[in-house]
């Protein structure tokens, strides 16, 4: 495969943009990242014209691959014939909050913005309204967006900025507990869980590799929000009407969260964010109360219309239902390459999500170990192993990943994720035969 063009304009886009890319993750490729010229339902096609089965699909906000059904591309064209934006409210903003607050449990309000960013943004500062407290409670390996909250490093109360920029004052409130450790959580509880806002946690870790929660860990959050008056903020950015399906994560584990946040789907493929929960606390945002939040591109109509749409025809065709069959087929395949060629690996993921874990160390009996995707089952024979924290999966091989395995596959036709630690998404675009060839391809490249 010819990568000439994509070296090209990687050349042209130094010299105007830091490193290249608009995204630092679109960057994490070795030497270069491919230039991808148009999307062709589950495939991809590279400035060069080479095709490839993708498995990035856009980083989680694509539900159909890259062609939309007939019923969402309509009602995109028909928004963006009847003007661009207004600045004032639409009729779909009004349907779209009905269909989401109709499937989400925990959801009777939304506020939509234009990022899942600006969704955890807005979501910590109505916590700390609410409650009248300033401390943040993230999980280590946890993504939030680019915010200064929730951009740190450390443990405990001892947290410093992960990045240049953030002065340390801005983190003096964010506590740190690594994910599925109980007894972590009930310790910063007991020494500031009257100081402490909200606890902000995705269902699953999706950022750094995917982390299936253990047995009873957001049960625990529950409890403790409740018992010392904090909020639980449920981040859906990524688990959003993938996991779950229509009710999200939220309703796949039966927990309710005071608050959610969502990015990617809700948006059927465009820029969108969104915070859900209950009147009592989304009525908190102005102009209803104090807490200021605004976009100029809030409700942006053709966001609206395309994450509408999407949502309905999801409803109403199984859409789900194939994603999640594909899904499993591509886990459980996964599965049965590593017992043979690398049984230290870890296969995760659930419903529409799939990852390959560079772990490095495991047993090598596979008795009675979680089919289909990592569960932290505790009967598991792989369960004192398998990764549980983000600092599990950074122990891995991530440079076998980045430097030697990606551009493996990539030779191969298959795009996933640039590093080891984003998720790669199953759609509906997606057929058997992309599954037997991604297969074919792990198995050579492995």
Not at 306 to 321: I, K, Q, T
Request: with cysteine; hydrophobic share 35%.
């Amino acid at each position: 495969m010819s990568n000439e063009r994509s070296r090209e304009l990687y050349d042209r886009a130094l010299s105007v943009m830091p490193g290249g890319v608009n995204s630092a993750v679109r960057a994490a490729t070795e030497p270069y990242p491919p230039f991808i010229e148009r999307g062709d339902g589950g495939h991809v096609v590279d400035a060069d014209g080479d095709r490839y089965v993708d498995w990035v699909m856009g980083l989680g906000p694509l539900l159909y691959g890259h062609d939309l059904p007939q019923p969402v591309e309509s009602a995109v064209q028909s928004r963006v014939s009847e003007g661009p934006m207004f600045g004032m409210p639409t009729e779909i903003e009004v349907e779209h909050a009905e269909f989401v607050a109709r499937h989400v449990p925990s959801v009777e309000m939304l506020r939509f913005v234009n990022s899942g960013t600006e969704a955890t943004v807005s979501a910590c500062r109505l916590a700390r309204a609410a409650t009248g407290r300033d401390k943040i409670l993230v999980m280590q390996g946890g993504y939030h967006g680019a915010q200064e909250t929730t951009l740190v490093a450390g443990e405990f109360d001892h947290v410093e900025p992960s990045s240049p920029g953030i002065p340390d004052s801005f983190v003096e409130h964010t506590l740190v507990v690594p994910f599925n450790d109980r007894e972590a959580v009930h310790a910063v509880f007991e020494a500031h869980g009257a100081d402490i806002a909200a606890v902000l946690v995705e269902p699953v870790l999706a950022n750094v590799g995917i982390v299936h929660p253990v047995d009873g860990y957001h049960e625990t959050l529950r409890d403790l929000c409740d018992d010392h008056g904090s909020l639980l903020i449920f981040d859906e950015v990524i688990t959003g009407f993938r996991v779950g399906g229509l009710q999200c994560a939220q309703g796949k584990f039966g927990i309710e969260p005071d608050l959610t946040t969502f990015g990617k789907l809700i948006g059927g493929g465009f820029p969108v964010g969104a915070i859900g929960g209950p009147p009592e606390l989304m009525e908190g945002f102005t102009p209803s109360g104090e807490v200021f939040q605004a976009g100029t591109f809030s409700g942006h109509p053709v966001t609206m219309a395309a994450g509408l749409e999407s949502l309905r025809y999801a409803a109403e065709h199984d859409v789900h239902d194939h994603i999640h069959d594909l899904g499993d087929q591509l886990r459980t395949g996964l599965q049965e390459i590593v017992t043979d060629q690398a049984p230290e690996y870890t296969v995760a993921g659930l419903d529409g999500t799939f990852k390959l874990l560079f772990s490095r160390d495991a047993p090598e009996t596979f008795d009675d170990h979680c089919e289909g995707g990592c569960r932290q089952r505790q009967s598991c024979s792989r369960y004192d192993t398998c990764p549980k924290t983000g600092a599990d999966v950074k122990a891995g091989q991530t440079d076998r990943w980045r430097r030697v395995f990606w551009g493996g596959m990539r030779d191969r036709g298959v795009f996933l994720s640039q590093n080891q630690f984003e998720a790669q998404f199953v759609t509906y675009a997606h057929t058997e035969d992309d599954v037997e060839e991604t297969l074919e391809a792990y198995k050579d490249t492995v």
